[in-house]
């Protein structure tokens, strides 16, 4: 996979520099998702994430004249959001209680943080490809691995059979590791991994 800015998005950037509240929608829609999972993996807090989102997309909009590409505002935002959420983790009021120190110098450490990135742009690249499927394994596959809903869930959500269910899954997960495999071996390890 490669992460460098398509014309679309360069042509987005001078938008965006210039004020037009339509390229912040187009960069908040192309990246919010990676975002959010990004800053949940290092928050384990759905709420608490969307929020530190949206100010992040407000903080990276009064930069916007700084910013020279469109790699370089996905850049920033993943600095501001990480900034955020290690804030969020490091004030007493927020830590879990259950939380040990070692537990926090873990999550703090930068190798954590780097491998919340490459988590999170493997989630995306997956994201992506899942949503070029058959429908059907479309949606089996996000209900289980994105939303994690049992098979008796995802038999209720979509009223089809365990068997249906098992196979929709077993289909998409094979097509999706057959791309990463040819495409971008590195993702291909780490999807094996994830969904062996």
């Known amino acids: 996979m490669s992460i460098s800015a398509n014309p679309k998005d360069n042509d987005m950037l001078l938008r965006f520099q210039s004020g037009d509240v339509v ?14 999972f990004f800053a949940k993996n290092i928050l384990n807090n759905l709420e608490v994430a969307e929020e530190i989102i949206d100010d992040s997309f407000l903080k990276t909009w009064n930069q916007r004249e700084k910013l020279s590409s469109a790699s370089e505002l996905k850049s920033y935002l993943y600095v501001v959001i990480r900034n955020a959420c290690l804030d969020y983790l490091k004030s007493p009021k927020n830590r879990p209680s259950d939380i040990s120190i070692n537990d926090e110098l873990l999550i703090l450490a930068p190798e954590t943080i780097e491998s919340h990135l490459i988590y999170t742009e493997l989630l995306n690249a997956i994201y992506e490809e899942v949503c070029k499927l058959p429908e ?15 098979t008796d869930e995802i038999m209720e959500r979509l009223s089809i059979s365990a068997n249906a269910v098992f196979i929709h899954k077993h289909e998409a997960t094979k097509a999706i590791r057959a791309l990463f495999k040819k495409t971008n071996p590195f993702f291909y390890l780490l999807l094996f991994a994830s969904f062996h």
């Open 23 to 36: 390229a912040l929608e187009y960069f908040i829609n192309k990246h919010q998702r990676e975002m959010l």
């Open 136 to 150: 059907k394994q479309k949606q089996v596959f996000l209900l289980s691995y994105f939303d994690g809903l049992t």
